[in-house]
């Protein structure tokens, strides 16, 4: 694990994880341990440290030319970071930011996925800050194919470890990464 793995894993364990109280997920399961990256992802320096990580991890994944997608809400600056992290390194990507409905107004109604169309993006990644039983994922990833865009995989910040990769490996032919498991983040 390279410094900037390290950096990050101390930033969810201090900024991200909370332990002891009972939280209901969005999967409706119940769970004494909460990972909310939104408090990375929504502060300037653990951005940058996190966006580095999952841009280092994805070309590690994939050498070739791709495209980065996130759920809105909590996938919009995942997506804006690894940009803005490939640009660092001379490396154009481009961005989509997929719904969880479809639009139901202005130029993009009817459509769940924001961004440039399905035939001008190759290889396509989905980023995830949580993935738990993968519901929400898998909304993603049918909102995305239904839209006609190929994706070749899902990186995820931390994996609970509940299921959720296997799930989206076995619903469609992709890879499903995780930077971080649950159980080494303490």
Not at 110 to 132: K, Q
Request: with cysteine.
């Amino acid at each position: 694990m390279n410094q900037n793995f390290a950096t990050l894993k101390s930033l969810l364990v201090l900024r991200a994880v909370s332990r002891g109280k009972v939280i209901t997920l969005a999967s409706g399961k119940v769970s004494d341990t909460y990972v909310d990256c939104k408090k990375l992802s929504l502060h300037g320096p653990s951005l940058d440290t996190l966006s580095e990580a999952l841009f280092a991890k994805l070309r590690a994944l994939d050498s070739g030319p791709f495209a980065v997608a996130g759920v809105s809400v909590g996938g919009d600056p995942l997506v804006a970071g690894v940009i803005i992290a490939g640009a660092r390194q001379n490396v154009e990507l481009q961005g989509l930011l997929v719904r969880k409905e479809a639009k139901k107004h202005g130029m993009s109604q009817g459509r769940s996925v924001e961004g440039p169309a399905a035939t001008d993006v190759g290889p396509l990644w989905l980023l995830e800050d949580v993935v738990s039983t993968g519901g929400s994922s898998l909304t993603a990833l049918q909102n995305l194919q239904q839209e006609g865009y190929k994706v070749t995989g899902i990186l995820c910040i931390v994996d609970r470890e509940m299921g959720g990769l296997e799930k989206l490996r076995d619903a469609f032919p992709i890879r499903a990464e995780a930077l971080f498991r649950l159980s080494e983040l303490g």
